[in-house]
T-cell receptor
Framework: GENVEQHPSTLSVQEGDSAVIKCTYS??????FPWYKQELGKGPQLIID?????GEKKDQRIAVTLNKTAKHFSLHITETQPEDSAVYFC?????????????FGGGTRLMVKP | DVKVTQSSRYLVKRTGEKVFLECVQD?????MFWYRQDPGLGLRLIYF???????EKGDIPEGYSVSREKKERFSLILESASTNQTSMYLC?????????????FGEGSRLTVL
């Protein structure tokens, strides 16, 4: 089955700096790669996703890049703010019309220092 | 606003006790999931259900069972709780149509088994 590895496990940055979280996956058939953000005391929430036919996707200060050849994808957060502090999870799946089963990475705790 | 509600935020049980974790969603989603969250291990799928009375094993079903008698409700059952089941349990739901099957999570139930 699919295996997703995520690095780093913790990341501390100064407010205004950029943050990058990287994930690798094992199943070359995976074609859908979402990122979830979990704030303290809450459940994870989808923040951005990318499909395998796209190399990069941006949404304001966050972007995701995908390298299918190398089987890795990354989350980039620019101009970090204290409210970006959270645990971030990457995931991978083989998506089809019946929905998809996600395999999650181990998570990254991001701390943004004011 | 979409909502997944988990009945108990914190539970403390003793070894050997039977434990019920309840989850209700108000989005008329077909799919419902139970995940376990442990530091460094990410989110691991215990069981999922794609329809009433249907259930499928996830990656770590041992020691757990589930029940889905109504579309909006999905229960996780620990028949005889053990200390290694101390964890955060997350319920999620998703729509079965469309490409991505975005997961909507509850806020989690933190279970401690003494």
């Amino acid at each position: 089955g699919e295996n997703v590895e995520q690095h780093p496990s913790t990341l501390s940055v100064q407010e205004g700096d950029s943050a990058v979280i990287k994930c690798t996956y094992s199943d070359s058939a995976s074609n859908y790669f979402p990122w979830y953000k979990q704030e303290l005391g809450k459940g994870p929430q989808l923040i951005i996703d990318i499909r395998s036919n796209v190399g990069e996707k941006k949404d304001q200060r966050i972007a995701v890049t995908l390298n299918k050849t190398a089987k890795h994808f990354s989350l980039h957060i620019t101009e970090t703010q204290p409210e970006d502090s959270a645990v971030y999870f990457c995931a991978a799946s083989i998506s089809d019309n019946a929905g998809n089963m996600l395999t999650f990475g181990g998570g990254t705790r991001l701390m943004v220092k004011p | 606003d979409v909502k997944v509600t988990q009945s108990s935020r914190y539970l403390v049980k003793r070894t050997g006790e039977k434990v019920f974790l309840e989850c209700v969603q108000d989005m008329d989603h077909e799919n419902m999931f139970w995940y376990r969250q442990d530091p460094g291990l990410g989110l691991r799928l215990i069981y999922f259900s794609y329809d009433v009375k249907m259930k499928e094993k996830g990656d770590i079903p041992e020691g757990y069972s589930v029940s889905r008698e109504k579309k909006e409700r999905f229960s996780l059952i620990l028949e005889s709780a053990s200390t290694n089941q101390t964890s955060m349990y997350l319920c999620a739901s998703s729509y079965s149509g469309g490409w991505t099957g975005e997961l909507f999570f509850g806020e989690g139930s933190r279970l401690t088994v003494l």
